[in-house]
């Protein structure tokens, strides 16, 4: 079980990359699902945060809501050259962020732009 300090350093994770992703996406909602932050664009949710009850990181889920079906056609929904997503379809995608380590905002905004954008196409 995570202890006070790491809770709280992991808070503070979430927090600094909702303020990344709300500055990213200015129109989006901030609401909740699944116990955690969630982004929705014209009433779609399409970026939520994971936060698992042991810590060590925060995941960035990037989906196209909850109606969405999985595809496995090998078309990502977006190009992300860095390699920094893991893919568990072509329609959602994850990106880690641990403690400790520095997060690059500029990345995380263009891939959420990236990923409203092209969301929204489909």
Request: net charge neutral; aromatic share 6%; glycine share 10%.
């Amino acid at each position: 079980m995570a202890g006070k300090a790491e809770t709280d350093d992991m808070k503070a994770l979430a927090q600094r990359l909702v303020a990344i992703i709300h500055a990213a996406l200015p129109d989006a909602t901030l609401g909740q699902k699944w116990n955690a932050p969630s982004f929705a664009v014209a009433g779609r949710d399409l970026i939520t945060l994971n936060l698992p009850p042991k810590g060590g990181q925060v995941r960035v889920i990037f989906h196209r809501g909850a109606k969405a079906k999985d595809t496995d056609t090998g078309a990502r929904l977006i190009d992300e050259p860095e390699g920094r997503l893991t893919w568990p379809s072509d329609q959602r995608a994850i990106a880690c962020f641990k403690l400790g380590e520095d997060i690059d905002g500029d990345w995380l905004s263009r891939v959420c732009q990236n990923w409203v954008r092209a969301a929204a196409l489909g």
